[in-house]
Nanobody, 121 residues
Framework: DVQLVESGGGLVQPGGSLRLSCAAS????????MYWVRRGPGTGLRWISV????????YYADSVKGRFTISRDNAKNTVYLQMNSLKPEDTAEYYC??????????????WGQGTQVTVSS
């Protein structure tokens, strides 16, 4: 069975950092583009970052550019999201997702269950 399991969410003060991880299994991870998306309170699903396959080219939404860094470890079947300089508006449920087709999209082949990030003092 395909699984994407996120971890690393939690409560952090504004200006703080968190590192999200997403462990994948059940598919050929190295051949998939990997995404982080989020859904904030009262907002729809927003794409925030993607890392391509096979060249690990990265893309970011303007809202997180310069603060978040996506990376992947194909040996560990894991994708990461390092989040720095967090703001209250970053509060959201964060999901990792996978697509064989690639590109900037919000329709994916596989989704994780999500991890909550709350930025508050």
């Amino acid at each position: 069975d395909v699984q994407l399991v996120e971890s690393g969410g939690g409560l952090v003060q504004p200006g703080g950092s968190l590192r999200l991880s997403c462990a994948a299994s059940g598919f050929t991870f190295s051949t998939y583009w990997m995404y982080w998306v989020r859904r904030g309170p009262g907002t729809g699903l927003r794409w925030i970052s993607v890392i391509s396959s096979p060249n690990s080219i990265t893309y970011y939404a303007d809202s997180v550019k310069g603060r978040f860094t996506i990376s992947r470890d194909n040996a560990k079947n894991t994708v990461y999201l390092q989040m720095n300089s967090l703001k209250p508006e970053d509060t959201a449920e964060y999901y990792c997702a996978a697509s064989r087709r690639g590109g900037i999209r919000t329709d994916f082949d596989y989704w994780g269950q999500g991890t909550q990030v709350t930025v508050s003092s």
